[in-house]
């Protein structure tokens, strides 16, 4: 049937979950195949990717917009939920370019936000109720909101999603010293414990989604050129930036200048370029061993040399690399061309929760009609 469950036993091959749906156990996976396929220019992963959301769209996807959890060798369905971390497949999709079938999920995920204020862990489709109402303060929802945004050139709609969840954080998760975990969305109590990926995820997408002229939505009209060590030109900082799972951004013109091989074209088979200029670029002196094992003198092209780092052959290369990126940093000629420096002096730093000025808090779910 094509379909994956989300659960392997490594040691046998084989699936000890059956259930197949795109949230928890199996959402990285697809992921990586499209963005993959993007920042490594890899068509092969989205050949697969596009292999395997047709049993998707045969048997999970509904005409609502909703994606239920199937058996993965009967296409029957198990679990009619929506999980919250399925929240990052709209902007999924819109990567590759399909804006309204993401557009109508994410009306779905939007009309659950509105009923609780967070989108819980578990909601029942059918039944229409939580069946885990917790929330630690996930960013997929919002990273969708994120993506499409840039995907529909600005639909205001997209932004009603941001503010509807930054009213929600800054009125029922801020605390003193954070913001907390929602205990219950239905009662949108507390629990005393504040996930790594609010900070590093959640209020990142949000302050991208309210911040269109970030040089992350960098739409190709600019960049910088980058001459290697070896005289090669790259032009990185160009836009295109492809986001990790853990909201890392990843310049693909950067990869594409370190990384590519001789004939432009990526493969595992071929030695990245930037090995094999690190073999010509040092003269290991074989002469000179020292009395620890196997360590000995690196020579970089400048005459500096590694031994005193005590380092082995191995490490010394290592160290060269890092070595060749310092000095290869771009250079700014004239102020203007600087990043902006923020009043505290950290560059590109974003401004507290507190300077975006939401919306008046939105009332609890008890209060509202």
């Known amino acids: ?89 709209p902007g999924l999709l819109s990567l590759i370019g399909d804006i309204d079938i993401a557009m109508k999920s994410m009306s779905n995920y939007h009309d659950v936000l509105k009923l609780y204020g967070f989108t ?60 907390a975990t929602i205990k219950s969305c239905k009662k949108h109590s507390l629990q005393n414990r504040m996930e790594s990926f609010f900070l590093a995820e959640t209020t990142k997408y949000l302050y991208l989604l309210f911040d269109p002229d970030n040089f992350i939505h960098n739409d190709g009209s600019h960049g910088k050129v980058w001459k290697t060590a070896r005289g090669r030109e790259c032009i990185v900082d160009a836009g295109g930036y492809v986001f990790n799972t853990e909201a890392h951004p990843i310049d693909p013109g950067i990869l ?41 003198t690196v020579t970089g092209e400048n005459g500096s040399s590694a031994s005193g780092h005590g380092f082995t052959v191995d490490e010394s290369s290592i160290y060269w690399t890092q070595q060749a990126h310092e000095d290869q940093r771009p250079q700014f000629k004239n102020d203007h061309q600087k990043p902006a420096v923020a009043a505290d002096g950290i560059s590109g730093r974003p401004p507290t929760m507190n300077s975006l000025q939401p919306p008046p808090p939105m009332p609890p779910p008890s209060s509202r009609p």
């Open 120 to 179: 819980p862990e578990v909601y029942n489709v059918v039944n229409q109720e939580a069946a885990r109402d917790s929330f630690p303060l996930r960013p997929e929802l919002v990273e969708s909101a994120m993506y499409l945004y840039k995907a529909t050139n600005g639909d205001p709609y997209l932004l009603d999603i941001g503010s509807d969840i930054l009213r929600s954080i800054q009125h029922s998760s801020r605390t003193r010293c954070g913001y």
């Open 256 to 296: 594409h200048c370190c990384y590519m091989a001789d004939n432009n074209h990526w493969s595992h088979r071929q030695q990245p370029k930037y090995k094999r200029f690190m073999k010509s670029s040092m003269v290991v002196d074989q002469k000179k061993e020292s009395t620890n094992q196997g360590k000995g």
């Open 1 to 89: 049937m094509g379909l994956m469950g989300n659960h392997l036993d490594v040691a046998s091959g084989l699936w000890i979950a059956h259930d197949s749906g795109i949230g928890g156990g199996i959402d990285s996976y697809f992921e990586y195949l499209v963005k993959g396929s993007l920042l490594f220019n890899l068509p092969h992963l989205r050949s697969m990717f596009d292999e395997l959301r047709k049993p998707i769209d045969k048997y999970s996807a509904t005409s609502t917009g909703w994606y239920f959890w199937v058996n993965m060798q009967k296409g029957q369905v198990t679990m009619p939920i929506y999980q919250s971390l399925e929240s990052y497949w």
